[in-house]
């Protein structure tokens, strides 16, 4: 798959140019301006190159630690599971957390919020990037 990085670039100088963050709080969900990533690194998609995060860590207003979510139905082997947890935001959606791709982000990134993650279920996903920790 070729990507484009030369429309991403356009799109990042807008995203960077934004004055003022948006509100956030731990457990949403929003859509990220996620960008053109190398390699097996997650990229954002359409238009405005958006992916859903949720958001693991605020550590003020300005940036956080979030993680990346796909929908794809990927089989996931045994010894890969413990990078991913699976959960359901929308009705009859399932949702997974791509724990592996925890990344710091800038909130001038963050589109819309588009739900929160139960507080129970976030328990369960910090307790798993808890574990992939040395």
Known sequence: ????????????????A??????FHERE???CSFGVNIGFEQDGSGDDFLRPIIVVRKF???VFWGV???????RISSNREQY???FTFVDGVVSLAILSQIKLIDARRLARRI???TEKE?????KKLKALLP
């Open 68 to 74: 990346p979510l796909t929908k794809s139905k990927k």
């Open 18 to 23: 934004v004055g003022k963050r948006p509100f």
């Open 115 to 117: 739900g929160n993650i």
């Open 1 to 16: 798959m070729r990507k484009d990085f030369d429309k991403w670039n356009g799109e990042k100088k807008k995203v960077n």
């Open 29 to 31: 969900i929003w859509f």
């Open 122 to 126: 976030f328990s369960e996903l910090t």
């Open 84 to 86: 991913y947890f699976s």
């Open 60 to 62: 003020n207003n300005e």
